[in-house]
């Protein structure tokens, strides 16, 4: 099942005919309409639209967090509907990891101790925890804040901490969800040009949902989302 490959390696992410309805109250919210889409190993991608068209719903799906409606979605040559419940939490843990808009950092935790988190659920030894942890830190500039707690950083700082978390375990894909909406515009210009230069440098594949053109100028290619429809690319 997990060693199942499709032919076209280049397509890293293919999804076809998504749909995702949410029942409310005695209507039908329809978030995702048949959406076909195609993400490249490596891209940088934005996924484009007002609010409540359907972004944060298409990477909630993406990033395996949440189940469609319908429709068929594979990752890497693996078709996702085909894994167990047991396989899917593997698949998300080993090769996925995303960055919210509010940072969603554990308050009580050091910087250190919030990058490491997903380390320690994933078994990593101690010695390659704190190599992983200091050279992911090193990278996004926040090595001097590890001992902070959040509430002692700015919200750049925090964002920053988030970038590292989501990268400390070498994920294929990030998923940032409106990672700049909480940040002034130079923190959000710095955090911008820090996943951009790690897309580029480590070959990671990022899907960002924004409607900022700020964050939608910084992408290889934008896909529009709008009343649950992919308008374009």
């Known amino acids: 099942m997990l060693n199942e490959k499709e032919n076209n390696s280049m397509n ?21 309409r048949g959406v076909d889409l195609d993400i490249v190993k490596g891209e940088y991608l934005c996924v484009a639209g007002p609010s409540g068209a359907g972004k944060s719903t298409l990477l909630n799906i993406l990033g395996l967090l ?5 429709g068929d979605l594979s990752f890497d040559g693996v078709t996702i509907r085909r894994m167990s419940a ?7 843990r080993e090769r996925i990891s995303f960055i919210f808009q509010s ?13 490491e988190f997903p380390l320690l659920i994933q078994k990593v030894n101690p010695a390659e925890r704190t190599r992983r942890i200091l050279q992911t830190a090193e990278e996004v500039g926040i090595r001097e804040y590890l001992t902070h707690k959040p509430d002692e950083l700015s919200g750049g700082q925090r964002q920053r901490v988030a970038i590292a978390r989501a990268l400390v375990t070498k994920p294929q894909v990030v998923f940032a969800d409106e990672p700049t ?39 290889d290619r934008k896909i529009l989302v709008v009343d649950g429809v992919v308008q374009h690319a």
């Open 103 to 115: 940072f969603n950092l554990v308050p009580v935790l050091s910087a250190y101790e919030n990058i």
């Open 181 to 219: 909406a909480n940040l002034d515009s130079a923190n959000g210009a710095a955090v911008l040009n820090l996943m951009r230069r790690l897309n580029r440098e480590e070959k990671t594949t990022f899907v960002v949902a924004s409607h900022d053109q700020t964050v939608m100028a910084e992408a």
């Open 86 to 92: 047991r396989e899917l939490h593997r698949f998300r």
């Open 66 to 70: 949440d189940d469609a409606t319908a």
């Open 12 to 32: 890293f992410i293919k999804v076809r005919n998504l749909v995702k309805n949410y029942p409310l109250g005695k209507t039908t919210v329809h978030a995702l």
